[in-house]
């Protein structure tokens, strides 16, 4: 239907019966005027507003939390026990963000001069854009880290929902403004939109009123929206999180090698694999590589196959497996149903990894190379072809190995020994972020209370005797 959005359930290979209306450009302009009017009336620097507006918020989505729940299984395919996680998290995120925000409001100590006194404070960065990505449409959606972060910060937000997860993103939005209603509170605080393409994405971050823009998704829409921003008469922070591969560099002395490769098998598995934080290459020494590649075999031989989020997910995951079968063989495991992501392993050299181009850009899904080296400063190599991650993982450290973890430094954002990349804790030492490409700016966290640090702007305020 044209002008209409209408997702669909892979699990049970059907069309959700519901859609939604794409918002108009005039709606659009109508909510970033109020938005940029609530910014220069300045009642949202105001913490205990914030606060009143994040509590009975928290209320209301446990209120709703079941009828919330079937719209996320419905679009998502994923699980029940998977929602009430980022259920948890999302509330979790209000809880310290909004904290973390009315902290935030406090100047620094003045500095006193013979003729002067100095005092520095935080001021929000004004409206800002949030596109959030669909393999969480929880904690970085609608209601997720990027719209709690700017809110806490004191900046009025519009979301563009992702369409295909456009009722959770719809019912997400009603929730958030009903919640300015019941208070009284101005509706130019939290705008929601919606489109079937990217016109409205575009024009809303082309816009002059808004200052400041949130992306997480893929590579190529972050970069695009980095660009028109980048590109305005008037270019604003545009913090995009993208897409990474999370090396996983597994030593001579690893501990345990069985139990780790099943941690990994897990991590690039579940819920068909589609986390940014998955595994994408493994690299093990050549006298290891057989052995594990017998136990990720065991593993993605024994687990179900799981529905992917959508049909276009899915579509992007079979053509980069077909992309990559071009020039390699592509071991699938599991028999074919309707939208499942099979999970999928290809073994090669790093010498032949690095001369293979397709293999070096994410592949969204339940897929991960399995790379042999010769000896650890070959990696090196590595890192200098597939640049900036999110993560870069070592499973067994020792002090002749430390220039190399010195090294992948250069290219992390998050440095792990003996563990796997999944699962990403909101706290204040996270950072989530990392070189490009897995983002546009290195020095800002998208998770965790310095995730605020985006949509905050320092002011000095000067006073002379
Ligand atoms: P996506 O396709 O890039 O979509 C994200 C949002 O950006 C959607 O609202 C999308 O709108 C919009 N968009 C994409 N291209 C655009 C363009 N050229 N112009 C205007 N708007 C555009 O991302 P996704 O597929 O939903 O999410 C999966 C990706 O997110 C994976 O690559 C994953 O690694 C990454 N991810 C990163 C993080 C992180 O923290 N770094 C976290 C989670 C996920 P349309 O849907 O209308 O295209």
Not at 413 to 439: A, C, D, K, Q, Y
């Amino acid at each position: 239907l044209k002008g209409k959005i209408t997702t669909f359930h892979c699990r049970s290979n059907t069309p959700n019966p519901i859609s939604y209306e794409v918002s108009s450009l005039e709606d659009l302009d109508r909510k970033i005027c109020l938005a940029q009017e609530v910014y220069e009336s300045k009642l949202w620097d105001n913490p205990l507003v914030r606060r009143s507006f994040f509590e009975h918020l928290t209320l209301q989505l446990i209120d709703r939390q079941a009828d919330l729940m079937a719209i996320y299984c419905r679009e998502s395919s994923l699980t029940e026990e998977r929602f009430l996680r980022e259920f948890s998290r999302m509330l979790h995120q209000i809880k310290v963000y909004e904290r973390e925000g009315a902290l935030r409001i406090e100047p620094l100590a003045a500095q006193s001069f013979n003729d002067r006194t100095l005092i520095k404070r935080l001021l929000p960065l004004g409206p800002i854009a949030v596109f959030g990505a669909s393999n969480f449409p929880l904690a970085y959606g609608t209601l997720g880290g990027d719209t709690i972060g700017a809110l806490a910060s004191g900046c009025p937000v519009i979301v563009k929902g992702h369409p295909l997860h456009a009722g959770t993103s719809a019912f997400l939005a009603e929730i958030a403004e009903e919640t300015l209603k019941c208070l009284g509170l101005p509706r130019g605080i939290f705008g929601h939109v919606l489109d079937d393409g990217f016109e409205l994405g575009q024009k809303l971050i082309q816009d002059p009123r808004i200052l400041g823009g949130a992306f997480t998704g893929s590579l190529v829409g972050g970069m695009s929206l980095f660009q028109l921003a980048n590109q305005r008469k008037n270019p604003i922070p545009f913090f995009a999180e993208m897409g990474s591969l999370n090396p996983v560099i597994i030593l001579d002395n690893v501990p345990n090698l069985e139990e780790q490769v099943n941690c990994l098998a897990s991590a690039i598995t579940e819920d068909a694999g589609q986390f940014c934080t998955k595994p994408g290459i493994i690299l093990v020494p050549k006298e290891m590589f057989l052995k594990a590649q017998e136990l990720l075999v065991q593993h993605f031989t024994a687990i179900p196959s799981h529905p992917m989020l959508h049909p276009s997910i899915y579509e992007r995951y079979v053509s980069r497996l077909k992309e990559i079968e071009q020039h390699l063989t592509v071991n699938r495991f599991g028999e074919p149903i309707p939208w499942h992501g099979l999970s999928a392993l290809v073994s090669l050299s790093l010498a032949e990894f690095l001369n293979l181009e397709p293999l070096h850009h994410e592949v969204f899904g339940p897929f991960t190379c399995l790379l042999s080296y010769e000896e650890p400063s070959q990696l090196k190599d590595l890192f200098r072809c597939i640049g900036g991650q999110l993560t870069v993982s070592f499973m067994g450290l020792n002090p002749e190995n430390e220039p190399l973890w010195e090294f992948a430094q250069q290219y992390a954002g998050r440095m792990i020994v003996n563990g796997v990349p999944t699962g990403v804790l909101v706290e204040r030492n996270m950072h989530h972020g990392g070189p490009f490409p897995s983002s546009t700016d290195a020095r800002f966290s998208s998770v965790g209370e310095a995730s605020l640090f985006r949509f905050l702007r320092p002011i000095s305020v000067q006073k002379n005797y």
